[in-house]
C-alpha cells in the first residue's frame, strides 16, 4: 500500500508542470490573440520596413566591401613579403658570384694561373718562414 501511494504521489508531481504549463502557454497565446485583435492601427509603416530593409542592404555592402580591402591589404603584404626574399637572393647571389669574381682577379694579378700553382707556392713561403724562424732561434740559443 504505501508503495501505491509513492507511486501516485509521484505521478501528480511529474504530471502536474506538465499541465500548468500547458495552461500558460495556452493563456499565453490567448492574451497575444487579444492583443493583436485589440490594435487600431498596424505596428509598422511600409516606410519604416523599406528603410530597415536599405540599411540592412547598405550594411552587407559595406561589409562586403570591408572584407575586399583586408583581403587586398593581406595580399599586398604577402607580395611584399615575397618580394623582399626574392631581392634578399638575387643580392645574395650576385654578391656571391662578386666575390668569386674579385677571387679570380686577384689571383690573376699575383700571377697564380692554377691551384697547383697556389699550393707550391704557399708550401715554399712557408718552409722558408720556418727555416728563418729556426736561424732566428740557432742565434738567440747561441748567444
Known sequence: ????????????????????????????????QKEVESLQKPLYTPFIERYVLDKIKQLRIDQAKAK?????????????????????????????????AAATSILVLVGWRSLQDIKERVHSLAD???SNWFKNMKNVWRS
Open 1 to 32: 500500500m504505501p508503495r501505491l501511494l509513492n507511486t501516485c504521489f509521484l505521478t501528480f508531481l511529474l504530471l502536474s508542470p506538465a499541465s500548468v504549463s500547458q495552461e500558460t502557454e495556452a493563456n499565453k497565446e490567448d492574451s497575444a
Open 68 to 100: 575586399q580591402e583586408l583581403i587586398q591589404q593581406i595580399v599586398d603584404r604577402e607580395h611584399n613579403s615575397v618580394d623582399r626574399a626574392v631581392a634578399y637572393a638575387t643580392d645574395t647571389v650576385t654578391y656571391f658570384f662578386y666575390l668569386i
Open 128 to 130: 722558408e718562414e720556418i
